[in-house]
Structure formats: C-alpha cells, structure tokens
C-alpha cells in the first residue's frame, strides 16, 4: 500500500485519517512494542560486552554511546526521507538496519570485534532514531484534538518492549554458550524483521512538494521559546536516563550483583519508560504539557536520590523505575510541546531536527557516563546529574508563554 495523496489536515482528507487512525495506532504500537527491544537488548549487554572486549575499560560504555550517536546522525536523514517519501518508507528502511545491527553484533562476538559491536550498535541506533518518529507518526494520523493522546499511546507500546528485550537476554544469551550474546543480537534481528511486517500495514499521508514548499524558514520556527524549553526539557530527560542508564549495568557488575538482576533492572526499568503512556496524553490533556514535564523532571530528582541511598538491588531498581516514569512524563510531555510549535506542511523538518538535538545532547553525556563511572564511581555520576535537572527547571519556569502559533 502506498501513502495517501495530501490534502486537508496533516496533509491527507479527513475521511481518511478517520478511517485508518485506529488501525495506524495500533500498529504503531505493535511495532513499537517490538522494536523497543532493539534499544533494550543494546542497553543491557552494551556495557558488558564492551568491558569484554574493548582494549581499555574506560571504554566499556562506548558501544552503549555509539548507539546514541547513530540515533543522532540518523535523525535528520530519517526525517528528510519521511518528508521526500513518506514516513512508511523511512519506517521499512529503518527496520531493514534493525535487522542488521543483529546480524553484525552477533557476528561481532563471535569475532571478538570490539569496533565491528560499536558498528553495529551504530545501527542499532539508526533504527532507534525510526522507531521514536513512531510517536509523531501516530500524532500525523489522527485529528488535532486526539494528537497528543495518540502520541503518549503509541509510547506506552514500549512497556511490552521492557519485557521482551530483557527476558530475550535472559533466554538466549547462553544458548550459544561458546559465544556469550551471540544468539540474542541474532533474535533481535529476528524481532525487527517482525516489526517490518507490521509496519507495512501502516497508512499514512505524504506530504506534497508544493505543501512543503509553503513552510517557513527553520530559524523562524526554533527560535519560538516554547521551542526551545521543549528542546531542553527533552534532552535532559533523555540525557539523563541514557546517562545513568548506560551506567547502571556495569555498576551492578562492579558492585557485584548478578546478570539476571541487573536484566531484571533495566526490564523494570523500561517498563516504567513506557507504560504512563498509556495515560500520559490524558495527563497532558488534563493539565498541560509543562506540568507534566515539570513532574518528570521531579521524578527524575527523585530518582537520583534514591541512587545515593545505596548499591544493592533493591537501591538500583528503584534509580531505575523512578527514571523510567521521570523519562516518560518529561519527554512525552517535551514532545506534545514541539506538536504546537509548527504547522503540518514543517512537521518532518521539526521533528527530526528536535529529535537530532536531543540524541545529539544525549551522545555527549552517554561518552562521559563510563569514563566518569570507570574513574569516579557511581555516585559521581549520580551527583552530577543535578546539574542538567537545574538547568531545565530554570528553563521551564523562566518561560510558560503561549505556543506562538496554534495547528
């Protein structure tokens, strides 16, 4: 099925969004359910086998940092592909590197390649970088008062990703006992050729050139203010979930927790990323986008805190939870912002930018997450992230202004 033709509201007739929202938001969280797994398997075996075979331990976390820097490099080609094709395009293309980030990691450990697993997390994170357009995709298909909902719906599909990912670790990961992780990077290439399959149902507008054509000059539409405190509310909570996320497996190995527990954190973990979304759009309709950032950015504090505590089990899962919601409320919330700062015809080109900025930000703290573990310790790393939650709290009160433009 191809794209449909353009033409009233974001791009496409009304009787047609009608008439596939439904299906389209539940595929798209079908396949978010599916591709989440992608990221969760990276985040959980990233640090680990890159303590395994990278030729310094100040680099264990740098496959983990690769992979956010594909989902940064990948943003705004992603985006240009949506915009020039249609976003199901960009969607077949983004799951076709999903499958082979698989295939590449796999081959990796069997090789005991370092730098052909960071290759391949780089993929990885090409993938990822598609798998979160999912959420202004679902935002495209449906009518403008459903929009945020159906954003925070399709990223509560995630939660089902929190428990596919770290249990297809669980099960696999000595099912080829010479190579450690080798048989679970290859299911995970199996669970993303399952998403293209699901995807390929999907039915959404594609722009035309001539609509394109009519949108305004990027400069114009991010210097608006509420852009801007959308993009620091979204990279902090993003960057700083990826920055103790990252972290958080090695600490549990350092700290001398098992495997299964640590697995068990990040499932909980994601799990906590994403099952307020399927409450979070009502949560936004209910009291407004800035709240519920400013909420996340709190349970974000929170967690941190809960990491000071103590390193045992208990103290690590709680960190890990208390970050997921604060990720979900904070970075849902940061992108129902960027959903009233442009007009339909600019969607893909402010998307992708914003999501570029974010996993770009999110690329710098995920470097400095593991040298800052392996030289300083956990705490450290804790202590340190209050410094990026100040930051958004200042931007969030300094401006509450109305979106400059209303779509």
């Not at 974001?10 to 797994?37: E, M």
């Not at 299911?187 to 999907?202: E, F, M």
């Not at 620091?232 to 103790?244: G, H, K």
Request: net charge positive; charged share 10%.
């Amino acid at each position: 099925m191809s794209d449909a033709n353009p033409g009233n509201l974001h791009g496409a007739p009304l009787s047609f969004l009608h008439a596939h929202a439904n299906g389209n938001v539940a595929r798209l969280t079908i396949a978010q359910a599916l591709a989440g797994a992608n990221s969760t398997v990276i985040y959980a075996t990233g640090a680990i086998v890159g303590n395994a075979f990278a030729p310094s331990h100040a680099l264990a976390t740098l496959p983990v940092s690769i992979f956010v820097v594909g989902m940064a490099a990948s943003s705004l080609p992603a985006g240009a592909v949506a915009q020039r094709y249609g976003r199901r395009v960009a969607f077949m293309v983004g799951t076709g590197l999903g499958v082979l980030a698989g295939l590449l990691a796999a081959w990796a450990v069997v090789l005991g390649s370092f730098w052909l697993f960071c290759s391949a997390t780089f993929l990885g994170g090409a993938y990822a970088a598609v798998v979160l357009s999912f959420r202004f995709a679902a935002a495209d298909c449906v009518p403008h008062d459903r929009r945020s909902r159906a954003l925070s719906f399709v990223m509560g599909g995630g939660v089902f990703a929190g428990v596919i990912g770290p249990q297809l670790v669980t099960w696999t990961m000595n099912m080829w006992s010479q190579y450690t992780f080798a048989a679970t990077f290859l299911a995970q290439g199996a669970v993303a050729a399952l998403s293209a399959i699901v995807l390929r149902g999907v039915r959404l507008p594609k722009p035309a050139v001539a609509t394109v054509a009519r949108g305004r000059p990027i400069a114009v539409i991010v210097t608006q203010g509420r852009f801007v405190t959308a993009v620091i509310c979204a990279v902090v909570s993003y960057l700083l979930m990826n920055f103790l996320m990252t972290a958080a497996p090695l600490a549990m190995e350092i700290c001398g927790l098992s495997q299964t527990s640590s697995n068990l954190g990040i499932q909980w973990h994601v799990i906590a990323m994403y099952a307020p979304g399927f409450f979070t759009g009502r949560l936004i309709a209910r009291f407004g986008a800035l709240r519920v950032v400013m909420a996340g950015l709190a349970l974000t504090a929170l967690s941190v805190a809960t990491g000071l505590l103590g390193v045992d089990v208990a103290h690590f899962w709680a960190t890990l939870i208390f970050l997921g919601v604060g990720w979900n409320c904070g970075f849902v919330g940061a992108s129902a912002l960027v959903l009233e700062c442009h007009r339909p015809e600019e969607k893909a080109r402010v998307q992708s930018l914003n999501d570029f900025l974010v996993f770009g930000a999110t690329a710098l703290g995920s470097f400095l997450s593991g040298g800052l573990l392996a030289a300083y310790g956990w705490n450290t790393v804790l202590w340190l992230s209050f410094l990026p939650l100040a930051l958004a709290v200042v931007a969030l009160t300094a401006k509450r202004g109305r979106a400059v433009i209303t779509v």
